[in-house]
Nanobody
Framework: VQLQASGGGSVQAGGSLRLSCVTS???????MGWARQAPGKQRELVAS????????YADSVKGRFTISRDNSNWNTVYLQMNSLKSEDTAVYFC??????????WGQGTQVTVSS
């Protein structure tokens, strides 16, 4: 199972970024999501998606971030990040969970928000 995350970068506060994550090597996915880890902090769950519509968000990103699944490619998940703040600066990791074989993580993509 491989996860390829992309879309990170540097942006000013108030800006937007969209992260993408493509999964290969699985035939079904129960849960897809994103977590982040800032320097000196523990990794925290940011957003999750079960199926196409059951979502969950960290309180710190509710109303600003949106997780979604590609309509054409079931193995691709996005994280649309709007109204970015300096405290959103972190390495963002995508993950997937399958009933058959557990949870897998992508390699991480850096998001830097300057104020």
């Amino acid at each position: 199972v491989q996860l390829q995350a992309s879309g990170g970068g540097s942006v000013q506060a108030g800006g937007s970024l969209r992260l993408s994550c493509v999964t290969s090597g699985v035939s079904s996915l129960d849960l897809m999501g994103w977590a982040r880890q800032a320097p000196g902090k523990q990794r925290e769950l940011v957003a999750s998606l079960a199926g196409r519509t059951t979502t969950g968000y960290a309180d710190s990103v509710k109303g600003r971030f949106t997780i979604s699944r590609d309509n054409s490619n079931w193995n691709t998940v996005y994280l649309q990040m709007n109204s970015l703040k300096s405290e959103d600066t972190a390495v963002y990791f995508c993950f997937v969970r399958t009933t058959a074989s557990g949870q897998y993580w992508g390699q991480g993509t850096q998001v830097t928000v300057s104020s």
